[in-house]
C-alpha cells in the first residue's frame, strides 16, 4: 500500500522553461515532506522540504507547494536546466517517524 | 571523503547464501537508516536505528537484520539471501537536531543481484 504517489515516471522540458513534478500521498498523518534528487549511480541528496504547516517553501530556484486538503505537493524548478535531468523523489513522515518515499519521477531538460 | 560510505558497491550471490552490507558514517549522526530502492517502488525503508542501543524495524523487515556496531557503523545482514531481494540498498543518517525533522544524507548505494 503506497502511501506516497508520483503519478509521472517521466517528465521532459525545454532548458528554460518551467517544471512541475507531482506527489499525491494518503496518510493525514504525515508532518513533514520533503524532495530529493538523485544522479545515476549516486545516493539520493536532499533538495528541499515543507512542514504541514506552511503551503509553500522557495529556495532559489526550487518551491515546494503544499495543498492539504487535496493531500497533494508539488515541485516547481524555474528555470530548468540541463542538470537539473535526475530522478526526483517526494517523501513524507509522520512527526520524528520514518519517511515514505513515492516511486520516483525522471525529469530530462532538453537543452 | 564521502560523510556516507557503503561496502560493498555490488555484489552478486547465490540463493542461500549468508550476505553482509555495511554503512559507516563520518557525520557525527546518531541516527542510521536501511533502505532498498526497487524499479517502481522508490525506497523502502528496512530498518533504523535512533542511537547504538535502538533497533526498530521499517516498512519491509522481514529477512532481514542489523547490527549497529558503533555510532559509526550499522550493518545489514541477508541471513538467506533470496532472489526478490536483488535491489540496490542505500544507507543513510540524520541528526536530530533542534528541528522536528532533518533530512537524511544517503551513501552511494549497494547493488546487489541475488541468482
Known amino acids: 500500500d503506497q502511501q506516497v504517489k508520483q503519478n509521472s515516471p517521466s517528465l521532459s522540458v525545454q532548458e528554460g522553461r518551467i517544471s512541475i513534478l507531482n506527489c499525491d500521498y494518503t496518510?493525514?498523518?504525515?508532518?513533514?515532506f520533503l524532495w530529493y534528487k538523485k544522479y545515476p549511480a549516486e545516493g539520493p541528496t536532499f533538495l528541499i522540504s515543507i512542514s504541514s504547516i506552511k503551503d509553500k517553501n522557495e529556495d532559489g530556484r526550487f518551491t515546494v507547494f503544499l495543498n492539504k486538503s487535496a493531500k497533494h505537493l508539488s515541485l516547481h524548478i524555474v528555470p530548468s536546466q540541463p542538470g537539473d535531468s535526475a530522478v526526483y523523489f517526494c517523501?513524507?513522515?509522520?512527526?520524528?517517524?520514518?519517511?515514505?518515499f513515492g516511486a520516483g519521477t525522471r525529469l530530462t531538460v532538453k537543452p | 571523503d564521502a560523510d556516507v560510505t557503503q561496502t560493498p558497491r555490488n555484489r552478486i550471490t547465490k540463493t542461500g547464501k549468508r550476505i553482509m552490507l555495511e554503512c559507516s558514517q563520518t557525520?557525527?549522526?546518531?541516527?542510521m537508516y536501511w533502505y532498498r530502492q526497487d524499479p517502481g517502488l522508490g525506497l523502502r525503508l528496512i530498518y533504523y536505528?535512533?542511537?547504538?542501543?535502538?533497533?526498530n524495524k521499517g516498512e519491509i523487515s522481514d529477512g532481514y537484520s542489523v547490527s549497529r556496531q558503533a555510532q559509526a557503523k550499522f550493518s545489514l545482514s541477508l541471513e538467506s539471501a533470496i532472489p526478490n531481494q536483488t535491489a540496490l540498498y542505500f544507507c543513510a543518517t540524520s541528526d536530530p537536531g533542534p528541528r522536528a525533522y532533518n533530512e537524511q544524507f544517503f551513501g552511494p548505494g549497494t547493488r546487489l543481484t541475488v541468482l
Open positions: 517523501a513524507a513522515a509522520p512527526l520524528n517517524n520514518d519517511m515514505r
Open positions: 557525520k557525527g549522526h546518531d541516527r
Open positions: 536505528s535512533f542511537d547504538v542501543k535502538d533497533i
Open positions: 496518510n493525514s498523518m504525515f508532518d513533514y
